[in-house]
């Protein structure tokens, strides 16, 4: 039974960032920061961070008793931890004595009082709202601040890394704040219907022209890779787990049909003798797949297709190659024209 009075939540793996410090140019005895174009993983753990460098590229170095590894991916398969919140914004104002402020445009959290930095009164006027929030970031910035910073926390779920902890991206950035928002608590909402919608966590690169001056900045950007169709038939559920999980890297996304995965039974099985007859609805659309690859001739895919329309399992998703999922229907007639003409009369397909 777990504590009524404890409120769980994913352990902390490591942290991904966007930038790191450098030596400065005109003092090199000094640190300034700068950005990156790719993701950087600060982590505790040397078994996460050698797996880190071994699936994105890079070089496990220590920092700040902790490991460190610059990624050569501005990209990251990623999705919702089981029951951690993916985005947590406040505006914050931290000193070396720890937060002074915590704020949500409205009411300081620590003191309990009226925010003190600019704020549109009104929070449904979408235009001062944007306008006050460009302030507080431009004072944000002033040395010491004179407001506070916006900040956003999103934690995600690496599936192709080992452990089932969170990361944690920190981001300033006023358009990852007014972006990302939807896309969480689109996961969230998924997640408590027992759905993991799979998402890339990725940098985006762009320019604001203010005072004549071009400025060059990166954006985390949250993106799942469902449609609202997908989540909203139910194909993601219908496809199981593994359909809900994002694509390890280079691999592509696989493709989601209203029918279910087939099971890692019918995968290990399936072959030339396997009586079509013992098999369920999915192993049989699997095996009928198998025999495809290996079929020599269109007249045994068009032997196929029929025994696949009489067992009614033409639209079911099977397993076909490099770990992709795809219509049963679609594959067999890929198969078939792949095929040679032959002496006999192969037809077209049936």
Known sequence: MPLLDIQRRGQQIGRL??????PRKDNPNKMRPARLDTFRFTTQSKIAADAIAELYGGTVKGWNNEFEVITGQAAIAVTVPPRDQVVSQWYEMWSA???ARRCDSQTEQISGKPCLCPHAEDPTDIAEVERQALERVRLSK???PQACKPITRISVMIPDLPGLGVFRLDTHSYYAAVEIGDAAELMQKAREQGVFLPAILRIEHRQRIAGGE???FPVPVLEVMATFRQIASGQLEAGGLVAQLPPAPGEQQRALTSGSAPSPSAVRTSGPDQPVAS???Q????WIAD???AALSKQRINELVQMARAERVTEDTVLTRDDLYEELDGFLRDCWNALPDANENGGEVA
């Open 17 to 22: 960032r966007i930038g790191q410090q450098v």
């Open 97 to 99: 004595g720890g937060c």
């Open 142 to 144: 002033k040395n010491p």
């Open 214 to 216: 071009t400025k060059r």
């Open 279 to 281: 098999l369920n609805a």
């Open 283 to 286: 192993d049989k659309a699997q």
């Open 291 to 293: 025999q495809a690859k």
